[in-house]
């Protein structure tokens, strides 16, 4: 008998390691003989970075970058076998910018540049890139201003790598940039926006980094800017879906660095050999914090479901929450939830590691019941 356990981690209570032991602890007492498979995963957002490179044997480098607002900050990145995986919220993320400095017009993705070319330089041929929380909404010209790119104006001023100044972009200078050739660039990306509209960058997240109504039109006047100058550079559009990631830097990568978007949470499972674990597999055991209408699209318990190849699925959630039954439709066997009374999210969060394993126990009886 063969159990692979695969949730995500609950943020602020249980760490995906917890959730690990709590399983293969229950499991191995009511079926001695069976193997326990204990994977960790995130969606390519937090936790990501310690997920991957726990599992393939990695390690660590820190890199001082410069931060969203212009200090000088340590960031990670993490390095197995020939490759890189890179967490923009390491060097541009929002909780890097306290809430009275957020503004999406000034800040820039210059760091995540400055991680790139340190992982480039180092000599890993695969970077990985996850797009996730960004305080950006420079179009990645932050970033590519550290790959060695320069920007100009229509009357030759260079321009600096922010949101606000997308608008003066009229010429694009590569001469400095630095030698790709030969990198294989994967961003992770869960997101479907484009660059540019209503659903795009600037409009859809732009109002949690900072920006003003005022900023909002100022910024997408800026990135319509942007795009035209780089479809004119290029000879194609970057207005893609995935483009708008992470204040556009999603756009950016694929077009100057030919990156491909993929999802999260599959790249993850692929990185963390999760179809090896699954196969003649009797259950997976899967969850994350809260399930509900998210979690049906592109999260990590959706991404278990769409490559479980057969074997049944449990969730154990901390909570259950509104559309958490489109799930059932995707394959999944039951949600399970470890709040069982009334009770404040602190008292959950503070004994989240006793209710998840009283839960975990109700799991196996179950299952006991079924599998002699």
Not at 31 to 54: H, K, M, N, R, Y
Not at 115 to 141: F, W
Not at 327 to 347: H, Q, R
Request: proline fraction near 3%; glycine fraction near 12%; charge should be negative.
């Amino acid at each position: 008998m063969k159990f692979v356990f695969a949730s995500d981690s609950f943020k602020g209570s249980l760490t995906g390691e917890k959730i690990n032991e709590i399983l293969s602890r229950v499991a191995l007492k009511y079926f001695p003989q069976s193997e326990c498979i204990p994977l960790l995963i995130a969606d390519g957002g937090e936790g990501t970075l310690e997920a991957v490179i726990s599992q393939k044997n990695g390690s660590y480098v820190t890199v001082e970058v410069t931060s969203p607002t212009g200090d000088k900050i340590p960031a990670r990145y993490g390095v197995f076998e020939d490759s890189a995986l890179i967490c923009m919220s390491e060097a541009s993320g929002l909780p890097l910018v306290p809430q009275e400095k957020r503004s999406a017009r000034y800040t820039t993705t210059y760091g995540t540049g400055e991680l790139i070319r340190h992982a480039v330089a180092s000599g890993y041929k695969k970077l990985y890139v996850t797009l996730g929380g960004s305080a950006t909404n420079d179009g990645g010209t932050g970033a590519l201003a550290a790959l060695g790119y320069t920007f100009y104006d229509k009357n030759g001023c260079p321009c600096k790598g922010i949101g606000d100044e997308l608008i003066r972009i009229a010429r694009i200078d590569g001469q400095n940039a630095i030698d790709t050739t030969g990198v294989q660039v994967t961003l992770l990306c869960d997101v479907s926006n484009p660059l540019l509209g209503e659903q795009g960058a600037t409009y859809t997240y732009g109002r949690q980094k900072g920006a003003t109504d005022e900023d909002l039109a100022y910024l997408e006047a800026g990135m319509q800017n942007w795009a035209a100058v780089m479809q004119a550079y290029f000879g194609f559009s970057a207005n893609i879906a995935g483009g708008g990631a992470a204040g556009g830097i999603g756009a950016a990568l694929y077009a100057f660095l030919k990156a491909e978007i993929r999802s999260g949470i599959r790249t993850v499972l692929d990185l963390c050999g999760f179809d090896e674990a699954v196969n003649g597999a009797t259950l997976v055991v899967t969850g994350e914090g809260r399930v509900d209408w998210q979690s049906a699209n592109g999260k990590v318990i959706d991404g278990i479901l769409q490559r479980a190849n057969g074997v049944p699925v449990v969730a154990i959630a901390g909570s259950k929450g509104v559309g958490a039954e489109k799930l059932y439709d995707k394959g999944l066997t039951a949600v399970f939830a470890i709040v069982n009374k009334p009770m404040t999210l602190d008292e959950a969060i503070e004994n989240a590691e006793a209710l998840y394993e009283k839960t975990a126990e109700d799991v196996f009886r179950y299952l006991k019941a079924f599998i002699k």
